[in-house]
């Protein structure tokens, strides 16, 4: 299941409060980059912050985990939310752009009719 709560991360407390602030002001940039190690967390600090976007009732930055958009994502059925996974190769890990093109055509028709602040 999809985290979807900010408190439900342990550790990167200063990070994740920079994050929460930015979806709490509605300052979130067009894109992020989350890196680092593997095991420390970008996916599910990754993952709150989408659900905080998303979510139709925030609280201070956090998901409300009530609303529609926020039981969509805990069902893995939101129609916003992309997970874009790299491909491996023999020497990297790469995301082709065709991906990325075939995916996020869709967003803003899905977007439009799905949430309005
Ligand atoms: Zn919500």
Not at 1 to 20: D, T
Not at 28 to 49: Q, R, T, Y
Not at 59 to 86: M, T, Y
């Amino acid at each position: 299941m999809m985290n979807i709560f900010f408190n439900k991360v342990v550790g990167h407390e200063r990070n994740i409060e920079r994050l929460r602030l930015l979806c709490h002001d509605d300052k979130v940039p067009h894109s992020l980059l989350f890196s680092g190690i593997d095991g420390i967390g970008k996916k599910i600090v990754a993952e709150a912050m989408a659900a905080s976007i998303l979510c139709h009732n925030p609280k201070d930055g956090n998901a409300c985990g009530e609303c529609p958009s926020c039981k969509a994502l805990l069902s893995d059925i939101h129609p916003d939310f992309f997970r874009v996974v790299p491909e491996e190769t023999a020497s990297d890990f790469i995301i082709k752009i065709e991906t990325l093109l075939t995916n996020f055509s869709l967003v803003f028709v899905l977007s439009k009719n799905y949430k309005e602040r």
